[in-house]
T-cell receptor
Framework: DSGVTQTPKHLITATGQRVTLRCSPRSGDLSVYWYQQSLDQGLQFLIQYYNGEERAKGNILERFSAQQFPDLHSELNLSSLELGDSALYFC????????????FGPGTRLTVT | KNQVEQSPQSLIILEGKNCTLQCNYTVSPFSNLRWYKQDTGRGPVSLTIMTFSENTKSNGRYTATLDADTKQSSLHITASQLSDSASYICVVTASGGSYIPTFGRGTSLIVHP
């Protein structure tokens, strides 16, 4: 158990819908990362927050947005869902940024039908 | 374009044998290189993190090497165990403002008894 929690574990929804994935980092970690893992693309970095502020942005679609709240938990919002958005979404946390070890959560499996 | 290539794509070895996984990258400017172990359907677990000045780092039976001049890294697994069966992912992070990680597609390792 990494100490990072993600909810829900599984999510099945239809195309065009909007969902919210939630992540609680390890106690004491200020940085939260979101990743997407699909069979055809592998793992991809989406976005990073540090202490409530966006720190780095990767291959995140405009239909996707995220935020980190004052209690440091984070949410990833996915809207206008397409079949291709079906994937495992991981959240990770670390104490700081750059070279600190990242601890991954168990992931949320999103299926868009 | 930043890229990370891993080889072999898959590998089957007998329990107790050693093996070496390769990672070549074109990420620039370089910040750090990480190796992760990922069991099927679970979040990646960090094995090693290396910065530019480090050329070797160990974590138990796992030893990673880094040659920043040739932009190559390897992960050596000693005395393999059945529990080593997993995907091993190389991640290289660029520096220069936003620290964006680029993921390799991973090497799938199967250890047979």
């Amino acid at each position: 158990d990494s100490g990072v929690t993600q909810t829900p574990k599984h999510l099945i929804t239809a195309t065009g819908q909007r969902v919210t994935l939630r992540c609680s980092p390890r106690s004491g970690d200020l940085s939260v990362y979101w990743y997407q893992q699909s069979l055809d693309q592998g793992l991809q970095f989406l976005i990073q927050y540090y202490n409530g502020e966006e720190r780095a942005k990767g291959n995140i679609l405009e239909r996707f947005s995220a935020q980190q709240f004052p209690d440091l938990h984070s949410e990833l919002n996915l809207s206008s869902l397409e079949l291709g958005d079906s994937a495992l979404y991981f959240c990770a946390s670390s104490v700081g940024v750059i070279t600190y070890e990242q601890y991954f959560g168990p992931g949320t499996r999103l299926t868009v039908t | 374009k930043n890229q990370v290539e891993q080889s072999p794509q898959s590998l089957i070895i007998l329990e107790g044998k050693n093996c070496t996984l390769q990672c070549n990258y074109t990420v620039s400017p370089f910040s750090n290189l990480r190796w992760y172990k990922q069991d099927t359907g679970r979040g990646p677990v960090s094995l090693t993190i290396m910065t530019f000045s480090e050329n070797t780092k160990s974590n138990g039976r796992y030893t990673a090497t880094l040659d920043a001049d040739t932009k190559q890294s390897s992960l050596h697994i000693t005395a393999s165990q059945l529990s080593d069966s997993a995907s091993y992912i190389c991640v290289v992070t660029a520096s220069g403002g936003s620290y964006i990680p680029t993921f390799g597609r991973g090497t799938s390792l199967i250890v047979h008894p």
